[in-house]
């Protein structure tokens, strides 16, 4: 029987970090596969934040790892890559970074909101094109996403809405994460 045919989604999880946030530190993938596992997972797919500035050997190192590892957990190597703008450009460049993507399974989008802050590299603070009330930032979002689905890269669009509201509380442009509570202006 195929994988997919028994498949049971509550089962699976495409998005699992291993060494983003170093105040949290990192988890050797050793322990993500016994959790994984522990917790009767099928399969997994690592996504490690791909950012303007990431050490890309951590993706070499991932596959090897991933080679070397005897278990019946199906694990896939992906990256949860920085989408950079509203036209979906990203930090990957085909050229420059073709022995990374030929270890990848396969690249999914992030589609953080780095932009509406005011000291980021890709800010558009003060700039004319940031949206100023709820139906922008929404249509905003929304453009964003239908840039990042138009681009072949990508397999997978990880938290899509989550993160667009989980910004803007974080930053202060809401309260709560609702786009019903994304203030006016």
Known sequence: ???????????????????DYPSWGSIPLNEVIQQSCRRGLYCI???????????????????????????????FLSAEVEV??????????LKIHRRVLEKMDYLSAAPHHGEF?????????????????????IEYAHRKLMNILKNDMFEYVLHPWVTALADLVAWGYSQVPSFEDIPEK
Not at 117 to 137: A, F, M, Y
């Open 1 to 19: 029987m195929d994988l997919m045919d028994k498949l049971d989604f509550h089962r699976v999880d495409f998005h699992v970090h291993t060494r």
């Open 45 to 75: 797919a690592l996504t490690d934040h791909w950012k303007e500035n990431t050490d890309l050997r951590i993706f070499l190192e991932e596959r090897r790892k991933i080679n070397e590892t005897d278990t019946n957990l199906r694990i």
């Open 84 to 93: 950079l703008n509203l036209q979906g450009d990203t930090p990957i460049n």
């Open 117 to 137: 802050l005011p000291n980021s590299l890709h800010s558009l603070v003060g700039k004319e094109d940031l949206p100023k009330d709820k139906v922008g930032i």
